[in-house]
């Protein structure tokens, strides 16, 4: 069976590549320690620590490296997870949560350290993260910067309503929170970076080689590809919303959301001034949000909203349509470039899914919402559970493999979104 080789759809940050390696196909039989299915974000953390922890690992990706959401969002490489710290403390208790919370935390720095020690070209890296309040409830935002400064050790720093607008000159927002430790880069520059830095020592990866069928013969796990196979004693599925039958289990257990990015040509420098004067990377505090920066040659980035379906020219007018909605004069002087769109994996509790089905059967997924951080600590956590019997990830056994409907989630998250709108409409 042949494969057709699929490319990197078409995003800004395709356009920024200096190098497009490809890897090769799988058509033999390997043998590795560890077999990885995925080769986003997950993926490749998951095979960087079991390298480094000795292990001789195999890497199988449907794609390119990095082809889904790790290579196409928005940049924003941020501490915690999609679930937000009060829920996360509602749910395990303080305690619990502070450690995972940590672990997102020390993610941010692993992630610069590698950026320094791979030599990875993925700048301009630009340290924080500006989130702006729609709504104008200063003592609320106060007291919700204090709780998480004191419970979670976070360093937020509030900002008025006067230093926000001087920054972002619309009247729509109020007050903000800015997160230095927080920062900005090109994702697909830095899963590429990956990608070389882990096949330098030794994992080799195969491109354009989907799993389609995982058995167990003796004492190993087999994952067979069209025209190859992988023999190894663990595998870890890191294969998100992309399971295509491999297992339900995994497959049923999350949901696709699907958002939307667009970039600009080069905007007049004034222009763009007179609108957004900041380096920050910025999001609001709605339910359905807003999330914008400025990039190389005075260019923008806006994302947002969450739909079933997508065409290129309907993605650039609704992210002009919401642009406008802030800054008007902006929206009228801004010319599309390229539009896209990608797909998160969400579970219903909004949390990383990792653990072990059987003995060697591990799973590393569901970083929808919040990846850069996360998944850097879940290929750590994943990979030293394989190599030195770390009983770490069993902490994320609260977040388990519930049902979400599969493929049909797609439709409930759409119902969600719209109860979302509805909520920042009805401010409720």
Request: with cysteine; net charge neutral; hydrophobic share 40%.
């Amino acid at each position: 069976m042949t494969v057709p080789v699929e490319d990197y759809i078409d995003n800004y940050y395709v356009r920024t590549l200096a190098e497009d390696t490809h890897y090769p196909t799988l058509t033999s039989t390997e043998e590795a320690d560890v077999c990885v299915i995925g080769g986003g974000l997950a993926g490749l953390n998951t095979a960087l620590g079991l390298i480094e922890r000795g292990k001789k690992v195999a890497l199988v990706e449907a794609h390119r490296v990095g082809w889904g959401a790790s290579g196409r969002n928005a940049g924003f490489v941020a501490k915690g997870y999609a679930a937000g710290e009060v829920s996360l403390a509602k749910k395990i208790g303080l305690e619990k949560a502070q450690k995972l919370v940590n672990l997102t935390k020390n993610a941010r720095k692993t992630i610069k350290k590698r950026i320094a020690d791979f030599n990875i070209d993925c700048g301009p890296v630009i340290d924080g993260v500006l989130t702006v309040s729609f709504r104008d409830r200063v003592e609320e935002l106060k007291r919700s910067i204090n709780e998480a400064n004191d419970n979670f050790g976070l360093g937020f720093e509030f900002w008025s309503r006067e230093q926000v607008r001087a920054v972002c000159k619309t009247d729509k927002y109020y007050d903000g929170v800015f997160a230095i430790n927080d920062f900005q880069f090109n994702p697909l520059r830095y899963v590429r970076g990956l990608g070389r830095a882990i096949a330098e020592r030794g994992c080799k990866i195969f491109e354009n080689s989907p799993a389609v069928k995982i058995e167990k013969e003796g004492a190993q796990w087999v994952v067979y590809t069209p025209q190859g196979k992988v023999k190894a004693k663990d595998i870890v599925l890191s294969c998100a919303i992309y399971m295509e039958g491999l297992d339900s289990r995994l497959e049923n257990a999350a949901f696709p959301v699907q958002t939307y990015l667009m970039s600009t040509k080069p905007v007049d420098p004034q222009i763009l001034k007179n609108a957004i004067d900041t380096p920050y990377a910025i999001y609001d505090t709605r339910f359905c949000s807003d999330y914008y920066r400025i990039l190389p040659g005075n260019r923008l980035l806006w994302g947002g909203r969450v739909g079933l379906w997508a065409h290129p020219n309907d993605i650039a007018k609704a992210m002009v349509e919401d642009m406008r909605k802030l800054y008007p004069e902006l929206a009228a002087n801004v010319e599309p470039e390229v539009a896209w769109s990608g797909k998160l994996c969400y579970a219903p509790h909004k949390m990383p899914q990792i653990g072990q089905i059987e003995p060697g059967y591990w799973y590393n997924t569901g970083y929808g919402g919040h990846g850069l951080c996360p998944t850097t600590a879940g290929g750590e956590i994943v990979a030293a559970a394989i190599a030195e019997g770390d009983q770490l990830y069993k902490e994320f056994a609260p977040f388990g493999l519930g049902y979400a409907g599969g493929k049909y989630g797609r439709y409930a998250a759409q119902m969600v979104y719209w109860w979302w709108k509805l909520r920042d409409i009805m401010d409720i």
